[in-house]
């Protein structure tokens, strides 16, 4: 989830306004975390308690939709907040630009 998130906020390429990019950013990272924790609590419940798959499926699936909608609103308004802060210290670095054209960069590494 961070690598998906990391590159759709990152990525020098984009041309839409940052704000935009972290809400697109959360939201993605807001989905995955849905998609795999549901995919996750299908198969612990198919494993363990098959009797009450669909009990437990919709109960995890509703909070956990509840808590995505929390974070796509919160994360961005605290990314916000931060990064000054964070650049002010000298703790926010930027990415290389050229990692972030992978798969096709040619960055060497050394070592």
């Known amino acids: 989830m961070a690598l998906a998130v990391g590159i759709i906020v990152n990525d020098r390429k984009n041309t839409l ?10 939201a993605a990272g807001a989905f995955l975390y849905v998609a795999l924790f549901l995919l996750k609590t299908h198969l612990y419940a198919l494993a363990f308690t098959p009797d009450t798959l669909n009990v437990y499926l919709l109960s995890r699936a509703a909070t956990s939709t509840v808590n995505a909608v929390i974070a796509l609103v919160a994360s961005p308004l ?3 907040l931060l990064r000054p802060a964070l650049e002010a210290a000298g703790l926010y670095q930027r990415l290389d630009s050229r990692l972030m054209d992978w798969p096709g960069g040619s960055v060497k590494r050394e070592g």
């Open 17 to 26: 306004p940052r704000v935009v990019i972290t809400y697109i950013g959360a």
């Open 78 to 80: 605290i990314y916000r």
